[in-house]
């Protein structure tokens, strides 16, 4: 059974910085791409940034130039770097796996249990 275990979610003041970690566990074939999600209450889960395994990242409008997503392979840990953070980016942040648990056969969505991340002004 695949797990994504999130960690580093916290309070902090507008302008600074977090950083967020998701580890991935438990038998696969492949990480096809890790992705950070946030939600607020009342609002749908939205995609903050997504890093393809060996290509592109996609980042919302409403992040670039402030976060950062990456991965390490050797570790199977995402994440995602925060930066000049303000009140708006207050949300639960949810870690995303897209996994092929075979060679062969389709790949299957996981999801952390969130990580809540507090902006005070």
């Known amino acids: 059974q695949v797990q994504l275990v999130e960690s580093g979610g916290d309070l902090v003041q507008a302008g600074g910085s977090l950083r967020l970690s998701c580890a991935v566990s438990?038998?696969?074939?492949?990480?096809?791409?890790m992705a950070w999600y946030r939600q607020v209450p009342g609002k749908e889960r939205e995609l903050v940034a997504r890093?393809?395994?060996?290509?592109?990242?996609n980042y919302a409008e409403s992040v670039k130039g402030r976060f950062t997503i990456w991965t390490e392979a050797a570790t199977l840990t995402a994440y995602l770097q925060m930066n000049n953070l303000a009140p708006e980016d207050t949300a639960v942040y949810y870690c995303?796996?897209?996994?092929?648990?075979?060679?062969?056969?389709?790949?299957?969505?996981?999801w952390g249990q969130g990580t809540q991340v507090t902006v005070s002004l």
């Open positions: 438990g038998s696969l074939f492949r990480i096809n791409y």
């Open positions: 995303n796996a897209d996994v092929s648990l075979e060679r062969f056969g389709p790949s299957y969505q996981y």
């Open positions: 890093v393809y395994t060996g290509g592109p990242t």
